[in-house]
């Protein structure tokens, strides 16, 4: 008989078939597999005819057989016989068939309890999503393990959105609709549901170094952060006895940039209460600036510099070490609202993408994430002397 492609001749018979088409030749399938080929519907199924003879994998555990519609089916002694078609196993065999990480398959395709998705599950621990929405999603090892023991699709953190990553500092993760995992070869998998992960950032120390220092000006530093979920949070105070100022309970993504952005100023030239009001209206104007471009693109450090330079009247600000240039031109030239009269002005200033995943994978490792910046001094107007080298040194820690 003729399929109705009119491409493949074949012959059915008790125990099995043969198949023949120009391309392939003549192919046999018999026992389970044939079983199991018919079950889903044999010449007139979604696997369509056979295009290979039944034979063993590699690794000689699994026999099997392929099929016209892009499937195969996979027969072991101790689990018997499973379909793989489609996109799932598109996906499955992009990532090395059965001598990939998920080994062979060990169900057939399968729906959800919600219809709203369909699966494999895999020898090595691990299943492939698929939606009609969406491309399949591989999910495997102790990430996979710690989603099926939360209780897979139907917990709190649903379906599977990204295949695992790699992360920075040897970690990895997998996206889901309601949160993720990430897993350190330390710790194992750790679970954080919802989108975003609350951080608290501090600017713990200010090492002061040179010849003039804050005993001689008030010292005052000013830091906010932008985040999709929050927006812009901001702080601004006299240092005096505070050794330190703290961004509370900021709540990041992992797939979004946040921007850190902190002033040190020098200044006693006006009212301590009308500096205070002045660095906050600062630092929400730059905050602003950054969240109308929300950046989470490749070129997002540029993107950010550019929104900041244009939101304090220059072209761009540097997002990889000190930027007191930037902002003690803008200080100088009313930007800031208040007078610098025998006072050094800004003294440090910095702006720092944090990509949620990074920060992630830094806390999960290390469990607070600690960093410094120098910004070393320079000739001051005339007779005010050089002004002070400063280090400034802060972390992030989860919330």
Not at 121 to 134: E, H, K, M, P
Not at 203 to 220: E, M, N, P, Q
Not at 336 to 344: E, I, R, T
Request: net charge negative; charged share 20%.
């Amino acid at each position: 008989m003729w399929t109705s492609d009119h491409k493949c001749r074949y012959n059915i018979f008790t125990g099995g078939g043969l198949f023949w088409t120009a391309t392939t030749g003549v192919c046999m399938i018999y026992g389970v597999i044939y079983k199991k080929w018919m079950s889903v519907g044999g010449v007139q199924g979604i696997l369509g005819y056979p295009i290979s003879d039944e034979s063993r994998t590699p690794g000689g555990v699994t026999r099997f057989s392929e099929f016209s519609e892009g499937g195969a089916i996979y027969y072991t002694a101790t689990r018997g016989a499973f379909p793989i078609y489609g996109d799932i196993y598109k996906k499955w065999y992009s990532g090395g068939g059965e001598t990939g990480v998920l080994g062979y398959p060990i169900s057939d395709e399968a729906s959800t309890t919600d219809a709203l998705y369909r699966f494999n599950i895999f020898s090595n621990g691990g299943a492939i999503y698929w939606t009609q929405d969406r491309c399949p999603v591989q999910n495997s090892g102790d990430i996979y393990k710690k989603w099926i023991s939360l209780g897979g699709e139907l917990s709190s953190l649903g379906y599977p959105l990204t295949d695992e990553r790699e992360g920075r500092c040897n970690t990895r993760y997998s996206t889901f609709g309601g949160g993720s995992i990430w897993w350190y070869p330390s710790i194992g998998a750790r679970t954080f549901c919802g989108r975003e992960t609350k951080y608290n950032i501090a600017i713990t120390t200010l090492d002061i170094h040179g010849v003039r220092s804050a005993f001689i000006d008030t010292l005052y530093i000013a830091a906010c952060i932008t985040t999709t979920a929050a927006g812009v949070k901001s702080v601004a105070i006299p240092l005096g006895d505070h050794t330190s100022v703290k961004l509370l309970d900021c709540p990041i993504a992992d797939d979004e940039i946040a921007t850190l952005v902190y002033i040190v100023i020098h200044n006693s030239s006006n009212d301590q209460a009308d500096v205070i009001k002045k660095l906050d209206a600062a630092m929400l104007k730059i905050g602003s600036a950054v969240s109308e471009v929300l950046p989470n693109s490749l070129d997002s450090e540029k993107v950010i510099g550019g929104a900041i330079g244009t939101a304090i009247g220059t072209t761009k600000v540097p997002t990889d070490g000190s930027a007191i240039g930037e902002f003690a031109g803008w200080a100088e030239s009313g930007g800031l609202g208040m007078s610098f009269l025998n006072c050094n002005g800004v003294v440090a200033a910095r702006v720092v993408p944090l990509r949620g995943s990074d920060l992630k994978a830094q806390l999960i490792s290390k469990n607070q994430w600690k960093t410094g910046d120098e910004h070393l001094g320079t000739a001051s107007a005339e007779g005010r002397g050089p002004i002070s080298h400063y280090n400034v040194s802060w972390n992030l820690e989860f919330a």
